[in-house]
T-cell receptor, first 114, second 112 residues
């Protein structure tokens, strides 16, 4: 089913807690991305990584952190500094930097802050 | 930076009618324009894309047109079916970046 997985599907967090969302791909893709999806706002880029041990901030990186220690994995941590973390989070991957590479999306994680 | 505007935000059509969704972009250096379909509760999936050296591309009932001068591109769905009901996102990307800038989405409802 696309070779990119996210876990968990639903996540509940108390205010003030950090939480980590998992993203794994077995497509041998170099590039990975994290997006946040809110109603009426489309997909906004949080962080992206073009290669292992390297990542770049996207448009809304404040309050989030990532790591890319392995090619297959790109976990996203939502920290307590993120003011409004309740959202649907999508991970994606693509072959690499070239402009015409399709991005493949994971099934998403819905995070709710209680 | 790049900005992508998408209209309309919602679109309702009768089964068999055509649907058109339009997007405009701000960065004239953008040269790749994909369209994604997201069914309720599912992940976005690429349905069609177009490069800046092409004016139109068709795939069965789906077509995309690009007007580089006016910096807008459109998705056309003909003979709509209930299973076309979904949220559609347009996006734009420059050649030397790895970032897609998405539009805000269009919720298409096709009524039988």
């Amino acid at each position: 089913d696309g070779g990119i997985t996210q876990s968990p599907k639903y996540l509940f967090r108390k205010e003030g807690q950090n939480v980590t969302l998992s993203c794994e791909q077995n497509l041998n893709h170099d590039a990975m991305y994290w997006y946040r999806q809110d109603p009426g706002q489309g997909l906004r880029l949080i962080y992206y990584s073009q290669i292992v041990n390297d990542f770049q901030k996207g448009d809304i990186a404040e309050g989030y952190s990532v790591s890319r220690e392995k090619k297959e994995s790109f976990p996203l941590t939502v920290t307590s500094a993120q003011k409004n973390p309740t959202a649907f989070y999508l991970c994606a991957s693509s072959i690499g930097l070239a402009a015409y590479n399709e991005q493949f999306f994971g099934p998403g994680t819905r995070l709710t802050v209680l | 930076g790049e900005n992508v505007e998408q209209h309309p935000s919602t679109l309702s059509v009768q089964e068999g009618d055509s649907a058109v969704i339009k997007c405009t972009y701000s960065d004239s250096a953008s040269n790749y324009f994909p369209w994604y379909k997201q069914e309720l509760g599912k992940r976005p999936q690429l349905i069609i894309d177009i490069r800046s050296n092409v004016g139109e591309k068709k795939d069965q009932r789906i077509a995309v047109t690009l007007n580089k001068t006016a910096k807008h591109f459109s998705l056309h769905i003909t003979e709509t079916q209930p299973e076309d009901s979904a949220v559609y996102f347009c996006a734009a990307r420059r050649d030397n970046t790895d970032k897609l800038i998405f539009g805000t989405g269009t919720r298409l409802q096709v009524f039988p």
